[in-house]
């Protein structure tokens, strides 16, 4: 079966680091895509993985690596803002985006 | 521009009752999909079309239908409402099944009794 999983949740401080973790098991690969959703809100797009290696996009950077089937979102210089759901996805073989149940992040002041 | 739009943005409906569930993008993006999110589970894909005219099936299509009569509209029926369909379902679209992003619309946020 095709599996995706990251933790439940993470806590972290105002202004800190903090990076979320995604293992992945799926029946092919055409991609690996991190999701922002506050509460009561729509995913929007943050990043987009398919070769490995770092990505950068400002205070977001996402890695991926393809034979660990494992990639992770680093968070720097977190605000409050910043407080909200992290869903990792997989584009399968049939190009179909395969969900892990997302992880809400805490900040605190 | 309004990008994706889904209406309504909730509702409660009694059990056996017939619904549909509208979705309208003006981005002239071919592909769509519907998503039902429920706690503590990703979201799931229900039905998918690639481009105008065509539909596939998802990995939980059993009691949804849906129809692509045009690029624009994308929507979603319950023929007979069950209680397990209560959930938030979300309406998104892509410029093609290869594209980078997927654009969701906000959601509606379904109660089955």
């Known amino acids: 079966g095709q ?4 933790p439940t949740e993470m806590t972290a401080t105002e202004g800190a680091i903090v990076q979320i973790n995604c293992t992945y098991q799926t ?27 770092l990505e950068e996009k400002g205070r977001f950077s996402s890695f991926l690596s393809r034979s660990k089937g494992y990639s992770y979102l680093l968070l720097k210089e977190l605000q409050m803002k910043d407080s909200a759901s992290y869903l990792c996805a997989v584009r399968d073989s049939n190009y179909q985006l395969i969900w892990g149940a997302g992880t809400k992040l805490i900040i605190k002041p | ?22 979705c309208t993008q003006d981005m002239r993006h071919n592909a769509m999909y519907w998503y039902r999110q429920d706690l503590g589970l990703g979201l799931r894909l229900i039905h998918y079309s690639n481009t105008a005219g065509t539909t596939g099936k998802g990995e939980v299509p059993d009691g949804y239908s849906v129809s692509r ?19 938030v379902y979300f309406c998104a679209s892509s410029p093609g099944t290869d594209s980078y992003e997927q654009y969701f619309g906000p959601g509606t946020r379904l109660t089955v009794t």
Do not use: C, K
């Open chain 1, 27 to 53: 029946s092919g690969f055409n991609g690996l895509f991190w999701y922002q959703q506050h509460a009561g809100e729509a995913p929007t797009f943050l990043s987009y993985n398919v070769l490995d290696g």
């Open chain 2, 1 to 22: 521009i309004a990008g994706i739009t889904q209406a309504p943005t909730s509702q409660i409906l009694a059990a056996g009752r017939r619904m549909t569930l509208r």
């Open chain 2, 69 to 87: 009569a045009n690029t624009d509209d994308f929507p979603l029926t319950l023929a007979s409402a069950v209680p397990s369909q209560t959930s």
């Open chain 1, 3 to 6: 599996n995706i999983d990251q």
